[in-house]
């Protein structure tokens, strides 16, 4: 039987696992960051609605520079943040993965490098590894925060093309500091990306008002979580006009289907609604924060809809208790720490059972 290495695959691939979560048929999956509220029937119906009218028309490409979808979604960026951005500033694509795709294709690519710092979202640099793009590793505090001062001395040190800073940080749920993100774009010499796919649930506010006067500074987002649309895939990037321009060298010709721009549409519609379950999620991770706490555990600072909780001697005997319990968490590959997406009062209720039995039995 042939095996992937068995093929001519180029030397950076090999050896590699692609990204993913188990999907496993629990009671209660808390361990990939969706939103647990479905959307709303009302909604249901007008993406029928929008998706119907598409229909009509889908012997013909959809527009291929998706005016009306960037043009809503720099109205809700400006309506959430009170930063006013436009069309010009916008662009969309297949999830907010293929928008990191996209800006590695255009700003990066082989003899160039990116840097992140870990443990961060994973696609970053499994992304620089599939477009060619040299990886390098930048380190965090023992609180998962980025040093500046270390992080700016390896940006100087290392020239890297590109700069990831997430924020809210997934898998730790740690927010980065608009000082901290100024520093570290002073001493880049190349592009900065700020990944705001959890912003919506962030306690504090989004970086976009960075984004005057800085034309090599991108923010990233989705329509994932806040909207609860993971399974839309719509991505999207706030940037100066030129950024969206570049991108547009690399993108795929009709790239967003008329379904996913209508889809897409009828959600931003429904913005507010959407919106007061992001209210209702914080609420619910803020709890998960204090019975963990209560419990004992190691719980880092959270501005996503998720937890990091720990520490544990053996984190994948724990990963297994809670599942014997009808719980699956997510085994982040942080040692000593699992991740608990904030789900329905009901979904954290059993998790929280689960915990305390899983905690009890540790210790007997």
Not at 66 to 84: D, F, I, N, P, S
Not at 183 to 200: Q, S
């Amino acid at each position: 039987m042939t095996r992937i290495d068995d093929l001519p695959i180029r030397d950076e691939l090999r050896g590699k696992s692609p990204y993913g979560a188990p999907q496993l048929d629990v009671p209660v999956r808390l361990n990939t960051n969706e939103n647990p509220y479905p959307l709303p029937e009302p909604l249901v119906q007008r993406i029928g609605e929008r998706v119907t009218e598409a229909a009509r028309h889908l012997n013909r490409y959809p527009d291929r520079d998706a005016v009306e979808l960037r043009t809503e979604l720099a109205a809700y960026l400006t309506k959430t943040t009170g930063h006013e951005v436009g069309l010009a500033n916008v662009w969309a694509a297949n999830g907010s993965n293929e928008i990191i795709q996209q800006l590695l294709q255009t700003f990066g690519g082989p003899g160039r490098t990116a840097i992140g710092f870990d443990p961060s979202y994973s696609m970053h640099s499994i992304i620089s590894r599939g477009t060619g793009t040299g990886w390098i590793s930048g380190a965090r505090n023992d609180d998962f925060t980025i040093d500046a001062e270390r992080a700016v001395e390896q940006i100087r040190e290392l020239a890297p093309d590109v700069v990831f800073i997430c924020s809210p940080n997934n898998p730790t749920g740690t927010a980065v500091g608009r000082e901290t993100v100024l520093e570290l774009y002073e001493a880049a010499p190349g592009m900065v990306v700020v990944d705001e796919a959890y912003n919506e649930f962030s306690h504090g506010d989004s970086l976009l008002d960075l984004l005057d006067g800085r034309p090599n500074l991108v923010i990233t987002r989705t329509m994932s979580k806040a909207f609860g649309a993971a399974g839309l895939r719509l991505g999207y990037l706030a940037a100066d006009p030129a950024v969206v321009d570049a991108v547009q060298l690399v993108r795929l010709p009709y790239h967003l289907s008329s379904v996913t721009q209508a889809t897409a549409l009828a959600a931003l519609e429904y913005t507010d609604t959407l919106l007061a379950y992001v209210q209702q999620l914080k609420g619910e991770r803020d709890r998960l924060v204090t019975e963990l706490e209560a419990l004992g555990c190691e719980v880092t600072a959270s501005d996503a809809n998720f937890v990091q909780f720990g520490r544990f001697e053996d984190a994948h005997a724990t990963w297994q208790r809670l599942l014997d319990h009808g719980v699956l968490v997510r085994d982040n590959g942080v040692p000593g720490f699992l991740r608990v997406t904030a789900g329905t009062p009901d979904e954290n209720d059993a998790f929280l059972d689960a915990i305390r039995a899983t905690v009890k039995e540790n210790s007997a």
